[in-house]
């Protein structure tokens, strides 16, 4: 069975939960905090998101 990692992910621009893409990574200095949002949030914004998440629960091979 996978072990899931999944973190409510709160959007950075709006109150729902549930962001899917994450739009930058604070400095390290800062903790590389990835800062996630919205897709719809992000582009309404000219914001420009790194990489989106997928729901899946990610397992190691091997
Ligand atoms: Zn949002």
Request: charge should be positive.
């Amino acid at each position: 069975m996978a072990t899931r990692t999944r973190r409510p992910r709160a959007c950075t621009y709006c109150p729902k939960p549930d962001a899917d893409a994450c739009v930058r990574v604070t400095a390290p200095e800062a903790g590389s905090v990835h800062i996630f949002a919205h897709k719809s949030c992000a582009t309404e914004r000219g914001v420009n998101w790194w990489y989106v998440v997928l729901d899946e629960p990610t397992e190691a091979s091997q």
